[in-house]
């Protein structure tokens, strides 16, 4: 299976066409990661105010169990610290969920930025590089084939512009019936020509 058409001007076309598309998909992918990445940093507050509230919590929870071997009063005085432990494990938490809410944040982003361009790419470009390679192999395959001709030929008069088909001939669709030798290599050449491939 061929991926480009015989005729040099089609194929080159075709050619700069799939290293655009690869491009374009290259830039998309990489302004998603940026951003990905841009947005990321917006969890750094987050991190440092987890890290601030784990290690404020911990110092609490030491010094409140230092305190807390006091004779007689220990008891008593360890109940603020270990409050103000709680609050710092509050601070710890708030910067862990700020720094979930940027991933998601920079994940949906970037997804959302990949959606147009790889939807493009998937959805028009592909099916329609796929239906050519398909096309191009039938007619390559008609082509070599001795009925193959009349098919091409049946193919052009259902494909081809009416302008096109007028040059042939001005009855083309009765030449055709008629199984004029001229006309029907003519009309098996013009849809040759019309996917780029080499006449009959």
Known sequence: MRM???????????????????????????????????????????????GAGNGMADSLGDAGRKVGRVPVVGDDLTSPFERAARAAHSLAEAG??????????????????????????????????????????????????????????????????????DRIDADVVDAWRRGDDDTVRELAALELRGLGLRGS
């Open 96 to 165: 862990s969920d700020q720094q979930a809410v940027v991933d998601d944040l920079a994940t949906a982003l970037a997804i959302g930025l990949l959606i147009v361009p790889l939807g493009l790419v998937l959805f028009v470009w592909l099916p329609l590089r796929i239906r050519w390679i398909r096309r191009a192999a039938t007619a390559r395959d008609l082509r070599a084939v001795p009925g193959g001709r009349d098919l091409l030929a049946l193919c052009a008069l259902a494909n081809q512009p009416l302008r096109r088909l």
């Open 4 to 50: 480009y058409a015989d005729r040099a001007t089609v194929a080159a076309r075709q050619l700069v066409t799939d290293l655009l598309v690869a491009a374009w998909v290259y830039v998309s992918v990489t302004a998603a990661l940026w951003v990905h990445a841009l947005v990321r940093r917006l969890a750094v507050p987050g991190q440092k105010l987890e």
